[in-house]
């Protein structure tokens, strides 16, 4: 029998952590219920979900510091969970490293098809044709998720390196931030696009100008990968 996909379930509040566990479980999902933040960074090395439902407010250690956490050692997905009227700042939970967010309360239906798509995004990613980029001074590793600079390797958040591969795949093809962020975070993002502009920004910073190749600016659309 194929292993069942594993979903990490952190919510402070157990009805609604059975709930959603109840809808997963349904639908063949094996599932783990946590209470706080640090329970669930302790439990997710040994339980190593496939995918991570993270409410926001958390006792002790909140979602964005738990999302913090989870990155420096995985590119687990993770869907952030918010209460409706929640302060939730959509852009740093995507800087932080979210890969979606869902308001509560909540359709089961809903619930399902964001785990879902998600899901398939990364299985789509595990199962590509390795690839490797290579430009004068930087090769970018999609199998080992490594990116070396001028020898070096970076030191890049999966955000950052999924952005980073797709526009060197696409040399000098020019995307607007509203399809980078399709792209990259796999679905239409509904607000400010500036998470795009920090990311890049970032890359930069550590990538200074090269002559034959550099992440370009085009005014007024988005950017592109420019190569001479």
Same mark, same amino acid.
């Given at each position: &029998? $194929?292993?069942?996909?594993?979903?990490?379930?952190?919510?402070?509040?157990?009805?609604?952590?059975?709930?959603? /566990? @109840?809808?997963?479980?349904?639908?063949?999902?094996?599932?783990?219920?946590? =209470?706080?933040?640090?329970?669930? #960074?302790?439990?997710?090395?040994?339980?190593?979900?496939?995918?991570?439902?993270? %409410?926001? &407010?958390?006792?002790?250690?909140?979602?964005?510091?738990? =999302? *913090?956490? #989870?990155?420096?050692?995985?590119?687990?997905?993770?869907?952030?969970?918010?209460?409706?009227?929640?302060?939730?700042?959509?852009?740093?939970?995507?800087?932080? *490293?979210?890969?979606?967010? #869902?308001?509560?309360?909540?359709? $089961?239906?809903?619930?399902?098809?964001?785990?879902?798509?998600?899901? +398939?995004?990364?299985?789509?990613? %595990?199962?590509?044709?390795?690839?490797?980029?290579?430009?004068?001074?930087?090769?970018?590793?999609?199998?080992?998720?490594?990116?070396?600079?001028?020898?070096?390797? @970076?030191?890049?958040? $999966?955000?950052?390196?999924?952005?980073?591969?797709?526009?060197? /795949?696409?040399?000098?093809?020019?995307?607007?931030?509203?399809?980078?962020?399709?792209?990259?975070?796999?679905?239409?993002?509904?607000?400010?696009?500036?998470?795009?502009?920090?990311?890049?920004?970032?890359?930069?910073?550590?990538? $200074?100008?090269?002559?034959?190749?550099?992440?370009?600016?085009?005014?007024?659309?988005?950017?592109?990968?420019?190569? +001479?």
């Amino acid at each position: &029998m $194929p292993e069942k996909l594993k979903v990490l379930v952190v919510d402070d509040d157990t009805h609604i952590a059975e709930l959603i /566990s @109840l809808y997963l479980n349904k639908e063949g999902y094996e599932t783990k219920e946590v =209470c706080n933040g640090r329970e669930a #960074i302790g439990v997710f090395s040994g339980f190593s979900p496939h995918l991570i439902l993270l %409410d926001l &407010m958390l006792p002790g250690m909140d979602g964005y510091q738990v =999302c *913090g956490e #989870i990155r420096k050692i995985s590119s687990v997905p993770i869907i952030m969970l918010t209460a409706k009227g929640e302060t939730f700042d959509k852009v740093l939970g995507l800087e932080m *490293g979210a890969d979606d967010y #869902i308001v509560k309360p909540f359709e $089961p239906k809903e619930l399902l098809a964001r785990v879902k798509a998600v899901l +398939r995004r990364y299985e789509k990613n %595990d199962s590509a044709v390795d690839r490797m980029i290579v430009f004068p001074n930087l090769s970018i590793n999609q199998t080992r998720y490594t990116a070396l600079y001028h020898g070096k390797e @970076l030191d890049l958040p $999966p955000k950052e390196f999924e952005l980073l591969f797709f526009l060197a /795949s696409h040399p000098n093809q020019v995307f607007t931030r509203e399809q980078l962020l399709d792209q990259i975070w796999g679905y239409e993002f509904m607000g400010e696009t500036r998470t795009v502009d920090v990311h890049v920004k970032r890359l930069r910073e550590k990538m $200074p100008y090269e002559d034959v190749w550099q992440i370009k600016t085009v005014w007024g659309v988005g950017y592109k990968m420019e190569t +001479r």
